[in-house]
């Protein structure tokens, strides 16, 4: 381990606004961040976009200027007959023709889900998954047109990511093999779904190479094809952050089939990344292992008897890849060492140099007083860079669940509060948010609730300074 000799901005960033009352601190170069997308410009806004505005219909707080559509809800009955399945979570956003816009949405179910994915015979992978994908198709105006689903017989899709090619990849966050849980065939895979042609998604078929793992989010070097992969292991060992080699770098739909080599990330000396605490960290000559067993068929990816100890983390779960710099970032959502890292932590996002073979730790989430267990925002989980500076974070802790942006000063300002209580006015318990996304125009900002399941499309004034 070392700290780079050209160390990164440190900072300490607390919202004190009584408005914001967010419990979090931002330390390293949020910049870094901002400028890893050519079009973002270098900050957010100066102090957010105000105090969130109480919702007389009880749905969604938001600012001054905003307002919101609903645009999908949980148990709506659909033209086809069917209800529109439950746990909305990680989403695709594409544009579409006419200034429209299309989603993939994942559904993180299970066979013990209220409302279960049921995709026709075709475009369904095992009959007794209950996961999957729904697509949506919504126009300029924000209105939704066609709501479909566009994969089935996946289990627990939790989040995933874009190709170069215009498709989503889907992701499950499982192990489990045929004849666990009902299951008639094993589980744990990648599929692509196409958000314009369904014809594409008929005869699903899993992306076996890339790995059979606790999958979480993926982003893809546009220039080289090579895939990164995370690993939200919850239990130990620690999760991997991956790399997979494909045979037809070049891309294009269906090439991920053909196969490649999974790989995992090796740093000397580094078994877990949850001891680095100070943002600015670099660890130089990153190794790459290969993955001795893809479809862990006797033992977890992560478990393996590698070449040379991989590097784990505690929740690893948003991947994006950085098109100005050519970087990829992937984060850690928490670490807590009663659940097996060795230090605490509140979230980290890292950034790898694959030119460099680099790794750093660009910024860390902390709580403000040590010590202190205030949940009111607990760690970062789905990630996105704003078009017009900054990060937009979905909140998955206790308590209220927001969307949190960050400030060109790095502070962080409540954005959007779920209001929908499952919960009792004693005792609330609020679904977290997830799939966050912008429109291809930056008019519109895509995202859901997870429980219970709502997409929603965000409008307002997104440039406004105040």
């Known amino acids: 381990m070392s700290v780079d000799p050209n160390p990164l901005s440190r900072r300490q960033f607390v919202s004190r606004a009584a ?7 931002l330390a390293g170069s949020v910049e870094a961040l901002y400028t890893a997308q050519p079009a973002l410009g270098t900050s957010g806004p100066k102090i957010g976009y105000g105090p969130l505005i109480e919702d007389p219909d009880g749905m969604l707080d938001l600012p001054r200027g905003f307002d919101y559509k609903i645009l999908s809800r949980e148990g709506t009955v659909r033209p086809d007959g069917l209800k529109i399945p439950s746990r909305f979570d990680g989403m695709g956003v594409f544009p579409d023709r006419n200034g429209g816009t299309r989603l993939v949405r994942n559904h993180e179910c299970s066979p013990t889900s209220v409302i279960k994915v049921v995709a026709p015979a075709e475009r369904t992978y095992d009959p007794a998954g209950a996961g999957g994908t729904s697509t949506l198709a919504v126009d300029r105006h ?91 292991a919850f239990v130990a060992p620690l999760g991997g952050f991956y790399r997979f080699l494909p045979n037809r770098p070049r891309g294009g ?19 877990d990344l949850s001891v680095v605490q100070e943002a600015g960290t670099l660890f130089h000559g990153v190794q790459w292992v290969k993955v001795p067993d893809p479809l862990a068929t006797t033992e977890s990816v992560r478990a393996q008897d590698y070449a040379k100890p991989i590097t784990g983390g505690y929740k690893l779960e948003g991947c994006w890849w950085g098109e100005k710099d ?34 750093r730790l660009e910024v860390i ?72 996304g912008f429109s291809a125009d930056g008019r519109t900002m895509f995202f859901n609730v997870y429980n219970p399941g709502i997409t929603y499309a965000v409008t307002g004034p997104w440039r406004r300074r105040r």
């Open 253 to 271: 739909w269906g090439t991920l089939r053909a196969g490649g080599e999974l790989q995992a990330m090796h740093i000397p000396d580094l078994p």
């Open 326 to 359: 050519r970087c990829v970032y992937f984060v850690s959502s928490f670490a807590r060492t009663e659940l097996g890292p060795k230090v605490d932590h509140d979230g980290q996002v890292w950034r790898y140099d694959p030119r460099k073979e680099t790794l």
């Open 365 to 436: 989430f902390t709580r403000p007083k040590p010590g202190s267990d205030d949940p009111e925002f607990d760690a970062p989980d789905n990630i996105t860079m704003s078009p017009y500076g900054g990060l937009m974070l979905c909140e998955d802790g206790l308590g209220e669940q927001h969307i949190l942006g960050t400030t060109e000063d790095g502070q962080v300002f409540k954005f959007a509060r779920n209001r929908v209580n499952l919960g009792t006015p004693e005792e609330p318990e609020y679904g977290e948010l997830s799939g966050v």
């Open 142 to 232: 924000n209105g939704a047109t066609k709501e479909f689903v566009s994969l089935g017989g996946t289990a627990i899709n939790c989040s995933g990511g874009h190709t170069p090619w215009r498709t989503w990849l889907t992701c499950e966050e499982t192990e489990l093999k045929a004849g666990e849980s009902g299951y008639t065939k094993d589980h744990g895979y990648i599929f692509e779904v196409d958000p314009y042609d369904d014809r594409r998604n008929v005869n699903p078929t899993p992306l076996k190479e890339m790995g059979r793992f606790q999958h979480e989010a993926v982003a893809i070097d546009p220039s080289t094809g090579i895939v990164y992969e995370t690993e939200d």
């Open 19 to 25: 408005a914001a009352g967010v419990a979090v601190s």
